[in-house]
């Protein structure tokens, strides 16, 4: 199931990134007491009551002053902001008062028929509200609280708002036997081409201009291999390259997509080979737990030698090392070359990221492994493993107890990561490794 989101938003210099800092645990918004200082929206993964939650940076929204480009541009960052989100956090200052742009701003929140929490920003002091504090229900807005984002105060009350509004956890993107496949990479990878290919029409415009494909486009289908919705995003480019602000909307779907697919199809161009961005790109299914499948498109036009396929394997390899689980596969979306193996892939890796091991046959395969190769000690005091269980899937994460999780090496947590692999698959899917001492506190 995919994460709520949750959207900061609200006019220039009410607080916005210090919030975001501080919902995310650490400074990586400029925060600047100069309006207009936050120019791109930025994700972050957050948790609250056991939920875990992407909030949304924003850009201030400043109504009515389309004369500047920077303000008009950060204007629409966060109306789309407001078409993503779940629940949208709309932020005050109360040193500045309800101010006539909190007013068109509410008025814009109100048409897009989205949760809104108004917070009261700085406010920071304890007791009883200042009488000003209520002159942000004229906003017209149900939920409404006060917070001082600097000095963390009333935070609780208003994520515990915020958690009323997320969805149920029961609630799930369509079809729950269908495999949501997105495909991602830079822009022109063949992306669309692809997905015309897999879907066995013209389902989106195809062609040379990078960035043609504008919006994400959902379309299920069905084949010998099972029922698949093909997720089509625009390119992504450096953030540096995104000028156009329809370009801005694109990387913000393109990464929903991701957060919502249970395989990420990542696209490489086989005539400009691995790039610093399709690192970043694969980075991001990665970091979000998803099965993937690394594709080099467009093989059909390489000028080809003995070895010439091993040898751009090993460029894919050395490029995305966090990736060697990923299986990479060489296909022409344009011929349909390879296909309908890649289909095969994306079903294979999906079941693997859904695996789920009994607790018998996991602490099995531990006992096997520190026989094989003894835990890492430190002066002389080794690391125990008691025991460990499966604690989720997708991606297939484990706890394992131990006596003192400090004695533990990343090289040894690998060493069982790849224990796991070994015995038991898992291709194509990340493994995360908890280790938890006796009282249950996470590493």
């Known amino acids: 199931m995919s994460k709520p989101v949750v959207a900061i938003v609200g006019r220039p210099n009410v607080g916005k990134s210090s919030l975001f800092n501080t919902l995310y645990g650490e400074r990586i918004s400029i925060v600047h007491d100069t309006p207009g200082v936050t120019r791109d929206r930025i994700y972050a993964q957050a948790q609250w009551r056991g939920r875990d939650f992407m909030i949304i940076d924003t850009g201030g929204i400043e109504p009515g002053n389309d004369e500047d480009i920077i303000l008009k541009q950060m204007r629409i960052q966060a109306e789309i902001a407001i ?5 949208i956090l709309f932020l005050c200052d109360i040193k500045s008062g309800l ?3 909190d007013e068109e701003i509410a008025i814009m929140l109100r048409k897009a028929k ?5 917070v009261v ?3 920071d002091f304890v007791g009883a509200p200042p009488p000003e504090f209520y002159e942000f229900y004229n906003l017209g807005l149900e939920n409404v609280c006060g917070i001082s984002a600097a000095q963390k105060l009333g935070l609780g009350e208003m994520l515990d708002m915020v958690f009323e509004h997320f969805p149920s956890e029961e609630e799930g993107d369509g079809d729950a036997d269908s495999v949501r496949v997105a495909l ?5 990878a063949g992306k669309s081409s692809l997905a015309n290919k897999m879907i066995g029409q013209n389902r989106s415009i195809v062609s040379d201009i990078a960035g043609t494909t504008r919006d994400t486009i959902d379309t299920e289908i069905e084949n010998a291999n099972g029922k698949f919705t093909i997720v089509d995003t625009a ?3 450096k953030k540096g ?3 156009d602000v329809i370009e801005r909307y694109s990387m913000v779907r393109a990464l929903s997509a991701i957060e919502r697919a249970d395989v990420c199809v990542i696209l490489i161009d086989a005539l400009e080979g691995v790039t610093e961005q399709d690192t970043r790109i694969a980075g991001l299914a990665h970091d979000s737990g998803k099965a993937s499948v690394i594709v080099v498109n467009k093989w059909d036009l390489v000028d080809k030698a003995t070895g010439t396929m091993e040898a751009m394997t090993k460029i894919v390899r050395d490029k995305f090392p966090f990736m060697a689980y990923a ?4 296909i022409s979306a344009k011929t349909g070359q390879r296909v309908d193996k890649l289909f095969e892939k994306i079903k294979e890796v999906s079941d693997n990221a859904g695996k789920r091991l009994t607790t018998g046959v996991l602490n099995q395969m531990i006992t096997e492994a520190v026989t094989m190769v003894p835990t890492p000690q430190d002066k002389g005091k080794h690391l125990k493993i008691y025991y460990g269980t499966q604690v989720a899937v997708k991606p297939p994460t484990f706890a394992l107890f131990v006596n003192d999780k400090k004695l533990s090496h990343f090289s040894y947590e690998r060493y069982l990561e790849n224990q796991l692999r070994k015995n038991f698959g898992f291709e194509g899917v990340p493994i995360r490794l908890l280790l938890r001492n006796k009282n249950g506190e996470d590493n």
Request: net charge positive; no cysteine.
């Open 114 to 118: 989205r949760p809104v929490v108004v």
């Open 121 to 123: 920003n700085k406010m």
């Open 83 to 87: 078409e993503t989100a779940d629940v």
């Open 241 to 243: 390259k995104i000028e």
């Open 184 to 188: 991602i990479g830079r822009p022109n």
């Open 327 to 330: 299986p990479v596969i060489f």
């Open 99 to 101: 101010t006539a742009a």
């Open 235 to 237: 390119g992504m480019r």
